[in-house]
């Protein structure tokens, strides 16, 4: 037969497939959604015979009867009318698993879609005293099959020939008329007999294992058998997991720290080269605060993307990770979670950027869904500058609060809020979930292995690129709409802006820059907007300079400390500066410190509920393929934050 144009790469989860995708394809690749989904699957070009090949690494699955949503669609992919429906199949199966992939097998035969069959991890099979004959099972499957080990083998010759016998598969056991039955249970929700069915394909399987494998005795007991006495023991198991993602988000934190102040030093030569080269004037504004900034603001992320996706990527590459979601499954399913669901939660201390990109692991798209809507409560480390901030404003060094430095406390207690209302609110979302079926979570504990590092560093290459092209022209727009409204406004307000600003910049010629900078914010649209805010804001102890504060750390929360910098006449690095000029401020109408201790904890229990970062929105938006949840969490989360601050700044009035 004629040679597909277009080769879907069909098969379990880690059987080699996705490292056999890219030794065909390399750096051709890129990641896309599927036709009319969120579901993303690789997609390459390949030269064969003089003619472009696409191939297309579909995300695993273990059966075509499946409960979770995403692989739904993979099997839609599979069976539809559409144009992008693949033309040939390219079925990896992992022969150290035969019996389970053969399962799959069974029900993609059905379908009646030309394929060629590639066994993987031989050596596993191997070391299970498992030895299969490729012939008998080209033989009994009706399609040619041939070894190879995508981890080791790099002359893909074998697999090239191969490509040049596609044939129509073998049935295993008799016909079940299985894509019309595939569409009723998708529609009803479950099948009647699935479970009888499994078992007589079982059977029919097993008579093709007999025909086609030998069994040989095997003496030393393997290393993952005796490793996983560890990793999945009963209580070390979790202290051993902790330690391991403690190292990890350590490794995202210190690995990103130069390269994002290189990023951000290359931004700043960037901006002073472009204001040299230009005229002062409103147009080099534009171009080194409103687009170069918001660009800063997209590629500084790239950074701690790229390392957490490299760090997961080994541990999901060596064989850790599902078994960290094994031992955490049943603490999160409690919570309408599951065990996939506990990494994006801890990345999101690092960031929920990468963190909300890193719940694709999971399969349940209402697992998917509660989890991303947990991410964004925990405390990323753009927090963090806010929270020093406001406590050394606030609270001297030397108090204690009981056996606890009072520093150390209210930040500590910060971070503890958001994993209490996060447990809260996932427990909510699953009260008013309609998916009341048991969401399929099917774990098999592969052998552990050298991570590739190749693939893994390609892989988070990958995600960052997809991170760029996406939520990254949602950042720069939002951030040059930022711009504007904090360079412009009424015609009569920025006249009189300019006209106080000579006034007093006469009066204290050393901070000229300083006094107009304030007095045209104050005036522009983002000042009057803040001035809007003071009325909402002053009953949680704000006034209308944090409210433009809290306008502008929507680009990125620790914008906050640059905001609040320029308000007081004060440069950023100069710290000692914008404490005690905030010190120094007293509320006319009580007499109190206008920032004191209660606006420092009313801001902190604000800014640890509020969704107050449009970065996280805009990649939540593209993971969801809707604004409508980031839209919703914006105004939930502010409710939450606005109702927790005011109680805090009430209760702080009055007990401290």
Known sequence: MSLPKRIAFV????????????????????????????????????????????????????????????????????????????????????????RRNLLLFSQVAELGIPAVCVLTLSDSAKRRGVKIDAEALSEELGIRCVFFNPRREKNTTPILEL??????PKLIGQPTQLAER????????????????????????????????????????????????????????????????????????????????WIEMGFQQLTNGIEQLLPAGMVTNFITQGLIGGLEGVVVFVPQIFVLFFLIGILEDSGYMVRASFITDRIMRKLGLNGRSIIPMIGGFACAIPSIMATRSIKSKKERLATMLVVPLMSCSARLPVYV?????????????????AQTFVITAAYMA????????????????????????ILELPAYQRPRLQTVMHQAWLKCLSFLSEAGKVIVIISMILWFLSNFGPTEAMKKAETEGVILAQLDPSHESEIKSNLRL???????????????IEPIGYDWKTGIALITSFAAREVFVGTMATLFQSSEEDESGIRQKMQAQI??????????????????????????????????????????????????????????????????????
């Open 389 to 405: 901030l406001l406590v050394s404003v606030a609270i001297p060094f030397a108090d204690f609060w009981g056996p606890f430095h």
């Open 163 to 168: 490509l040049q016998s596609f044939a129509i």
């Open 418 to 441: 958001g994993i209490v209302v996060a447990i809260i609110l996932a427990l909510i979302f699953q009260l008013f979930q309609r998916d009341t079926t048991q969401s399929e979570f």
């Open 182 to 261: 595939l569409s009723t249970y998708w529609q009803q929700g479950k099948l009647p007999g699935l479970s009888e069915e499994t078992l007589r394909r079982y059977i029919d399987i097993e008579k093709v294992i007999g025909r086609t494998t030998t069994k040989f005795p095997v003496g030393l007991k393997s290393i993952t058998l005796k490793l996983d006495q560890f990793f999945t023991h009963k209580w070390l198991g979790y202290v051993l997991f902790a330690m391991i993602m403690m190292i990890l988000f350590q490794g995202v934190f210190s690995l990103a720290a130069k390269p994002m102040e």
């Open 587 to 656: 509320n006319p109408k009580t007499g109190k410190p206008l920032y004191g201790l209660p606006y420092a904890l009313s801001l902190i229990v604000f800014y640890a509920f509020a969704l107050q970062c449009m970065s996280t929105m805009a990649v939540m938006k593209r993971e969801i393929g809707s604004w409508n949840w980031p839209i919703a969490l914006f105004f939930i989360y502010g409710f939450i934050a606005y109702l927790g601050a005011y109680i805090t700044y009430q209760a702080a009035n009055h007990f401290l």
């Open 522 to 536: 104050e005036a522009s649209y983002a000042g009057h907007l803040g001035k809007a805010f003071e009325p909402l």
């Open 11 to 98: 098969g379990n989860p880690n059987c080699g497939k996705s490292t056999l995708f890219n030794r065909l394809t390399g750096l051709t690749q890129k990641t896309s959604n599927l036709p009319g989904t969120t579901v993303e699957a690789s997609t390459g070009n390949l030269q064969l015979n003089g003619e472009k090949i696409e191939l297309v690494d579909l995300p695993g699955i273990y059966s075509l009867f499946t409960q979770s949503e995403d692989e739904r669609l993979v099997v839609q992919h599979l069976i539809g009318n559409d144009e992008s429906k693949p033309e040939g199949l390219l079925l990896v199966i992992d022969a150290s698993n035969l």
